[in-house]
């Protein structure tokens, strides 16, 4: 009689938790699916996770492993290779697209889609910086603020100035024995990027600024808990500190156009900010003009430092390609008149190996892996729905390692770029009307920084097989830890 009591105890227990189980796992299709009525039967295929995580949990597992790409594996190897998927992703129903037709389509059609950035990362940046403001202000300020950071002009003024941050900081880190490649490659370009949009500001300043934008990015990718002891948490404590150092700097260039005490020859960022007004001339207020530059400060100086580092590891695993961008170098210095003085934009873009190194090491590392948008009504791709209200993930990683695009996709191979690829294949830095405005800046920094490196340096890591750790971007764990040393003089 005991031991029948005790198997009914035992089958209610496991009954209760199928059940438990079954109703946990249903949640989210009574919250987001079941409301659609017949048209979930359109959906893409996937699943919606687990209440209030959804995918997170997943994709942070996925991303913390050694294998990150296991997290999109998992959905291919239960629903087929469809390129479109449902999931819930950062606390909202969302499809990610995977394939170039389908991100093209979503990153280019504005009548479709809007921004669709989690909450977490709008908190982040700044809902009036360019994730979070509209259409039309954005294609505004896009035109304003493009000015300084792109075009012939520009980048001319703004070459000089780099390659002498670069030639000064190969010459200092080549003394310093072991040293993180990559923290001071953040750090120069963090100098870099200062310098054009904010001008000449204290170290003091510049170095409060990359303290906290370091930690405001370890958040970016968390999941938003505001509890002491998570990332979300500790970035947004930094963005705080951030918004702080920008309301002294805008407090400090307000009063000095007040009084005309300023003896700046040029315009920088800040200025243009400060100084444009609209047809009928209302002007930015503080708030706006700060998420703005916070916005431009972390995305310009996070991508290229991160590239850069990378381009330079590759280079120096791989002495053939690094043989071949040095011969291309030294063809350049050949053909300089003996009056120039460093290096001029012309010869930049007649760096054709450069810049197909570059272009592989964009597409090998991803550096942002993803973008996010938001269906402004239903709208079918693939044959699939994405419902009105819906998030859309660009899943930019599945495209730049696709074998059927790029052959042995995880090997690096500039040679891959003596081929042109179609639209939606290669997606650095997004596309349409929201292309990143600093992408030509950035890769003037990579070739100018490349350019001295191969000519003169070689660098040593300290851990060749140091483990890769994924988020919030791809990076070795000891960050590059290394020795930089002289191989000859140009």
Request: with cysteine; aromatic share 12%.
């Amino acid at each position: 009689m005991a031991i029948e009591i005790g198997w009914g105890v035992i089958v209610a227990i496991a009954t209760s938790l199928l059940f438990i189980r079954y109703i946990l796992k249903n949640v989210n299709w009574l919250l987001y699916e079941s409301k659609l009525g017949a048209k979930q039967y359109s959906l893409p295929p996937g699943d919606l996770g687990w209440p209030l995580i959804g995918n997170m949990w997943s994709f942070l597992k996925a991303f913390k492993s050694t294998n990150p790409d296991s997290f999109l594996d998992s959905y291919v190897l239960r629903y087929g290779n469809t390129g479109i998927y449902k999931a819930l992703m950062f606390g909202k129903p969302s499809v990610i697209v995977t394939t170039p037709e389908a991100c093209k389509k979503v990153l280019t059609d504005d009548e479709k889609f809007t921004l669709g950035w989690p909450r977490s990362t709008m908190e982040l940046m700044g809902e009036k910086s360019f994730i979070g403001i509209s259409y039309e202000e954005h294609k505004r300020l896009r035109r304003l603020t493009s000015a300084s950071v792109n075009g012939y002009e520009a980048l001319s003024i703004y070459i000089t100035f780099i390659e002498q941050n670069v030639i000064s900081s190969l010459d200092k880190w080549s003394k310093l024995g072991e040293f993180e490649f990559l923290t001071h490659m953040r750090r120069l370009t963090f100098k870099i990027i200062m310098h054009i949009f904010l001008g000449a500001e204290t170290d003091p300043i510049m170095e409060a600024l990359e303290k906290e934008y370091t930690a405001l990015n370890l958040g970016v990718r968390a999941m938003r808990i505001n509890i002491p002891g998570f990332a979300f948490y500790k970035s947004l404590k930094a963005r705080k500190g951030l918004l702080a150092i920008f309301q002294k700097i805008v407090d400090k260039r307000r009063a000095e156009k007040k009084e005309k005490t300023s003896n700046k020859k040029h315009k920088d960022m800040m200025d243009s900010l400060i100084d444009v007004e609209d047809e009928n001339g209302r002007r930015l207020g503080d708030d706006d003009i700060i998420d703005i530059m916070l916005m431009y400060l972390n995305a310009g100086h996070e991508s290229s430092g991160h590239i850069t580092m990378w381009a330079t590891y590759y280079l120096q695993k791989h002495p053939e390609y690094l043989q071949k961008a040095k011969e291309e170098q030294e063809e350049i210095l050949r053909r300089r008149p003996p009056t120039q003085k460093g290096l001029i934009l012309e010869e930049v873009r007649k760096m054709d190996f450069l810049s197909k190194v570059v272009d592989e090491t964009l597409r090998l590392v991803t550096f942002s892996l993803m973008v996010f948008r938001e269906a402004k009504s239903d709208v079918h791709i693939n044959g699939y729905l994405i419902p009105k209200g819906w998030k859309v993930l660009t899943w930019f990683r599945a495209i730049h390692l696709s074998p059927e695009i790029y052959p042995d996709p995880r090997e690096f191979n500039p040679y891959r770029w003596n081929i042109t690829h179609k639209a939606g294949e290669f997606l650095p830095f997004g596309a349409g009307t929201r292309l990143c405005p600093g992408n030509d800046l950035a890769k003037l920094e990579i070739s100018v920084f490349l350019h001295h490196f191969v000519l003169n340096y070689k660098i040593e890591p300290k851990n060749p097989l140091c483990p890769i750790r994924y988020l919030p971007h791809t990076r070795p764990t000891d960050n590059y830890l290394a020795t930089l040393k002289k191989v000859s003089s140009p």
